[in-house]
């Protein structure tokens, strides 16, 4: 990725913004009724009761409804009271089958350690989902105390960077580690060291600037002409669902997070009509599916994968043969990450699922306490083989 040859800013030259095709439509269908959608990028002209009205055909139903549906799998039930012993024997051999092409990353770790010797591991990790586990209100999305610890202990040991959808502030507060990189807004948000190679240094969405404790650093930005579109849009999505119960809004600072987890199921629809007519009005905006969540971005070719490649080059592990890059996450816009390296053969993704899911990872875990493990594991690796080379090196003395 060189982005120093051209310094245009990484907007896509055809973006598609919302096509039916993209939003999963046929060509015949709008995804809300066109009268009653009247919104125009400077502002707002419509009232909920208008949204409601809306017609919600099947076929609008069988769009992005079902990419919501699609993307928020159900959690596994644990308790066999409530379904079924064949349910449950059904979704186990599906896992079964799925986890022989995706190995579990601590039953298959020393497969990874092969892969590691004598190279250094470069480690990518999500946030939600992924260092904390999945509940209800994302503003209690903590991270535990023993995760918190084994994400240090690792950055001790390797280049360490979390990689989220969430705003670089909120995600730092969640994390509280001084000693990560921190790329937020699904990557449109990078703080880096200052590089010595200058292929990104003088690119113009890259300044220098200073961090918390006043060091120097490269801060890359490459949505922010979008920011007030952002926060106008994001203040539209409030008012806008302020009907819909459950539905909350979150300002990620270079995207927005429309949260449907605790919206009753009938009125998911509801929310997306509000989100994709909203839309409408801003072809410069896409949206994309988390977990139970629209996510509102930037038609921008930039992305977490992008961001891996971004903060590869700028820790200078880039060019060298000797680095194995690992990205753990568990959401789709994580397969971007996984997909680049897949495509480079450097490193792998490990996909952080109980469920089956078509994935570009190599490896899985079921669930932050598993990764918790794994990280733990990567540790107590690294320390043993450090130690085996110091004697070997005292014996040659
Ligand atoms: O890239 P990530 O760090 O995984 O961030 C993706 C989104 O995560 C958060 O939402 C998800 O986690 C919440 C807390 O567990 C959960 O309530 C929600 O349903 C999930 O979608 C976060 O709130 C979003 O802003 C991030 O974009």
Known sequence: ?????????????????????????????????PAALLY??????????????????????????????????PRKKLNKDIISESQVDDND????????NYPSSLNSFHLITNDAKC?????????????????????????????????????????????????????????????????????????SPIRVSESFGDHPDCIKTTDRKGKEVHLFQPAREFLPMINEVYKSLIEITNNIVGVKVENNKFCVSVHYRNVDKKMWDQVGCCVFGL??????????????????RPVIDWNKGKAVQFLLESLQLSQRDDVLPIYIGDDRTDEDAFKVLRESSRGFGILVSNVPKETNASYSLRDPSEVQEFLKSLVRWKKFTTSQTEDIATIKI
């Open 1 to 33: 990725m060189d982005l120093k040859s051209n310094h245009s800013s990484p907007v896509l030259t055809d973006p598609a913004p919302l096509s039916k095709s993209r939003l999963g439509l046929p060509s015949n269908i709008t995804p809300c009724s």
């Open 40 to 73: 125009s990028s400077s502002g707002l002209y419509l009232t909920i009761p208008e949204i409601l009205n809306g017609k919600h055909d099947d076929v609008l139903v069988n769009g992005w409804l079902d990419s919501m549906i699609a993307s928020s799998p």
């Open 93 to 100: 051999a599906a896992y079964q089958t799925w986890i022989i």
């Open 119 to 191: 190279k250094m591991i470069a480690l990518f990790l999500d946030y939600d989902g992924t260092l904390s586990p999945i509940v209800d209100n994302p503003d209690l999305a903590f991270m535990s105390s023993a995760m918190r610890a084994a994400v240090k202990e690792a950055a001790n040991y390797f280049p360490t960077a979390i990689i989220s959808g969430r705003s670089c502030d909120k995600v730092h507060e969640f994390v509280k580690l001084s000693e990560l990189y921190y790329a937020g807004s699904h990557g449109m948000d990078i703080m």
């Open 279 to 296: 839309l409408k009005g801003f072809p410069r905006l896409r949206v994309t599916h988390g977990r139970k969540v629209l996510e509102v």
